[in-house]
Structure formats: structure tokens, C-alpha cells
């Protein structure tokens, strides 16, 4: 418990610095109000359904992402102004980062679920079907993007964050989708351990 505890400190402290002058508030609500509304449903399952060490880790992680974009926005992130000035890229990149712990973080969460909850009876599925959830959800995100844009025009560009880009949405689901498929790839054994290992008593 001590280290979920841990955890939290640290994700509240990033929040709490989030939510101090940030560049636009709408920008920020809209950015943070995922993870505001992860993180109350973890803090009614937890007694219920405790999940491995691992899983909150990551999800403390994109919880930290999410406040440093809502923050800046993610077009202004400073550290990612620096790399694409040192880079000599076209656009700040830090939604890049944001998208691709879109898939990295919830496909270990999926994974986990579906493992726990027995949901598969042929486990050689569960690679698929945990990338095409997270593929699914990155896709669901920018609709959700595009009704906001509808919804409140002009307020909505920095949220947007395609800084002119053309493809930004369909290179967003893209590296979502690459997210999902390196995650699978680094962390099962690590995963698989932390499941054998975890009592969840």
C-alpha cells in the first residue's frame, strides 16, 4: 500500500502544479478530466479489483503526461519547443508522446482484465484483441476531439493541438496503435511475473 500511496503523492503534486496558471483553463479541463475521472473510478474499484503494481505505475504516468499537456497545451510543452528548434522539426511533438501512451498504458490495463477476468478461452487472442480495444478507444478519443471542435469552434484549437498538421488524427491513432504493440512487447514477461506474483486479497 505504501507505494500506491507513493504514487498518488507524487500524481497529486504534478495536478496540483498543473492547475496552477495554466496557458488556457478550457485547455486544461479538457486534457485532465480523463484521468480526474480514471482516477475516481480506481478509487471505488480499488477494494474490489486491485490491480498489479505495474498497471498503476503506468497509469500514474499517463496521469502526469495528461497535467503537463493540460497545462502548457500540447503544443507548447517547453522541453518539446527546445527539441523541435534543436531537431529542426515543424511542430511541437509532445501529443505525439500523449497519443502514444494512449495505447501503451491502457492495453497493459486491458490485458490484465481480460487475464483476471478470464474473459478468453484461446489466450494466442489476447494480443490482438487488447491492441484492436486500445485502437478502438484512440479512435473513440478523436471523435471526441472533432465533436468538441463542432461544439465550441475557435476554444477548441489548442486542444485540438494539430498545429496545421493534415494527418495529425490519423497519425495520433497511429502511434496509439504503436504504443500498444511495444507495450505488449517490453512488459508481458514483466506483467505475466507481477500477476503470479501480486495476492489480491
Known amino acids: 500500500m505504501k507505494y500506491i500511496y507513493t504514487l498518488l503523492f507524487i500524481t497529486g503534486l504534478v495536478f496540483t502544479w498543473s492547475i496552477i496558471h495554466p496557458k488556457d483553463s478550457f485547455t486544461w479541463f479538457m486534457e485532465v478530466f480523463p484521468a480526474i475521472i480514471g482516477l475516481v473510478i480506481l478509487s471505488f474499484t480499488f477494494k474490489k479489483f486491485r490491480f498489479t503494481n505495474l498497471v498503476y505505475t503506468l497509469i500514474a504516468i499517463h496521469c502526469c503526461i495528461l497535467f503537463v499537456g493540460g497545462h502548457y497545451t500540447y503544443a507548447e510543452v517547453p522541453l518539446f519547443d527546445w527539441i ?46 487488447a491492441v484492436c480495444i486500445c485502437m478502438a478507444i484512440s479512435a473513440t478519443y478523436e471523435f471526441i476531439e472533432w465533436l468538441v471542435s463542432g461544439l465550441t469552434g475557435e476554444s477548441a484549437d489548442a486542444f485540438l493541438g494539430t498545429q496545421g498538421y493534415v494527418w495529425d488524427t490519423q497519425s495520433d491513432m497511429l502511434y ?3 504504443g500498444a504493440i511495444v507495450a505488449l512487447t517490453v512488459l508481458s514477461r514483466v506483467h505475466d511475473k507481477q500477476l503470479r506474483l501480486t495476492s489480491y486479497e
Not at 492495453?107 to 478461452?121: A, D, G, H, P, W
Request: no cysteine.
Open 84 to 129: 523541435r528548434d534543436l531537431f529542426h522539426q515543424q511542430r511541437n511533438n509532445y501529443d505525439k508522446v500523449g497519443h502514444f501512451a494512449q495505447g501503451f498504458i491502457p492495453v497493459v490495463i486491458t490485458r490484465e482484465l481480460m487475464l483476471r477476468k478470464n474473459v478468453l478461452s484461446k489466450k494466442s487472442w489476447l494480443n490482438f484483441i
Open 176 to 178: 496509439a496503435t504503436i
